[in-house]
């Protein structure tokens, strides 16, 4: 229990630190944020708890194909923003997109090849 108390602090300590430097610096909270920091974690924490070079080989090729769904979201939301939506419902619309392009990506990567 210890050992996921500590995973869950340094994963939220991250977090919190993003949020205070993209309050005075939104462009250095950005890159920060952009860093795989939290996938090298869970990385860590994988390769800690099971150490098997194939298993972590295969978390990280699946990291990069659903990284890949989730960009968009980050070009819909601030243009939505631009255009007069509120906060929310921008965000939501942004996830709401991150959603089905999660779902088509699980059901087409298998189609071509790809283990997700």
Not at 18 to 29: A, C, E, L, Q
Not at 84 to 113: D, E, H, K, Q
């Amino acid at each position: 229990m210890l050992y996921f108390v500590l995973k869950a602090a340094i994963s939220g300590v991250l977090i919190a630190a993003i949020s205070t430097v993209s309050k005075r610096y939104p462009g250095f909270g950005a890159l920060i944020a952009s860093l795989p920091l939290i996938s090298v974690l869970g990385m860590i924490w994988l390769w800690r708890d099971r150490p098997d070079a194939e298993n972590m080989a295969h978390h990280a090729v699946a990291t990069f194909w659903f990284v890949l769904p989730s960009l968009p979201m980050f070009l819909v939301t601030p243009a939505l923003l631009k255009t007069g939506f509120n906060f929310w419902a921008a965000l939501i619309a942004g996830c709401l997109l991150t959603i089905v392009l999660y779902s088509l990506m699980i059901w087409l990567g298998p189609r071509f090849g790809l283990r997700l």
